[in-house]
């Protein structure tokens, strides 16, 4: 299990972004929305002004910042050249991830910087309502019609991401932000793999355990050939269930888990179901999410097809004309 480690000092002095040098040029993604304000061609700390602190942890912190000279506020991720060596390899998995995405359902890099002293420095897409996590909070649940709204953007990064030979491995509410026009995008990319071959096989055993699906607790008993595409899948259930019902599904409400019990549920208990008061089509969705045999699961493609992201696609477009 993941280790318990010493969590640092806040530190709100931004880093002195003068002296870094940009790890590659990363081009805007094309939309068909009008284009968001380009990322500073030349960053120093007296460019950005210090909002707040969005986070910290695993040698790193997430600042609010805002662009003096265009008023365009970001993200910046900082971490620091001296954190554990698990998390800066993470970090640079992430970087090469980041350096690879170009799609709207995927949280937007507009540059990545590596100090000197080892620091490094992502300047990100800040998302303003933060993840669905935090918005599960504020809600308590989400409505069937927000779900298959969330759902058809999650699908469309994801069936993206597993185009390009990437998969992602943590899909949890914590790791899909939000903004205020509900858009929602893949973000955390510190534990994903870039499949080198078609056939390469993917049992790195990271990520958070409580998404995690059956054949990747137990790889043996499910015949020891794991299917990354199909793991995110499962998660994307999980992740769906736990947004409707408020808590998450393996466990009763208030229930903080723990490995051997997620361990268990998860390997030899029945898939979790949502409530009959559901609708039909939701219901099937998730089932088709959270089969434990992972050949049976849907794919990320075949899961934009299903009536229940359907449904919600159509409505949409009825609202635009």
Known sequence: MALVRDRRHLNLRLPDLSDCRPRFPLPLPP????????????????????LQVLGHGNGGTVYKVRHKRTSTTYALKVVHGDCDPTVR??????????????????????????KPSGDVTILMEYMDLGSLDSLLKKNSTLSETT????????????????????????????????????????????VSKIMCRTLDACNSYVGT???????????????????????????????????????????????????????????FGEPPKLP?????????????????????????????????VCRESSRSSSDNR
Request: a negative charge.
């Open 147 to 190: 779900l298959a709204h969330v759902s058809r953007q999650v699908l469309n990064g994801l069936h993206y991401l597993h185009s390009h030979k990437i998969i992602h491995r943590d899909i949890k509410p914590s790791n899909l932000l939000v903004n205020k026009n509900m858009e929602v995008k893949i973000a955390d990319f510190g």
């Open 209 to 267: 355990c409580a998404y995690m699906s059956p054949e990747r607790f137990d790889p043996e008993t499910y015949g020891g050939n794991y299917n990354g595409y199909a793991g995110d899948i499962w998660s994307l259930g999980l992740t769906l269930l736990e947004l409707y019902l408020g808590h998450f599904p393996f466990l009763p409400a208030g229930q903080r888990p723990d490995w051997a019990t997620l361990m268990c549920a998860i390997c």
């Open 31 to 50: 939309s068909s929305a009008p284009p968001a304000p380009a990322a500073p061609s030349a960053i120093s700390s007296s460019d950005l002004e210090k």
């Open 276 to 308: 009959e008061d559901a609708s039909e089509e939701f219901r099937s969705f998730v089932e088709c999410c959270l089969q434990k045999e992972s050949s049976k699961r849907w794919t990320a493609a075949q899961l934009l097809t299903h009536p229940f």
């Open 89 to 114: 390899r993470q970090v640079f998995r992430e970087m090469e991830i980041l350096r690879r995405t170009d799609s709207p359902y995927v949280v937007q890099c507009h540059g990545i910087f590596e």
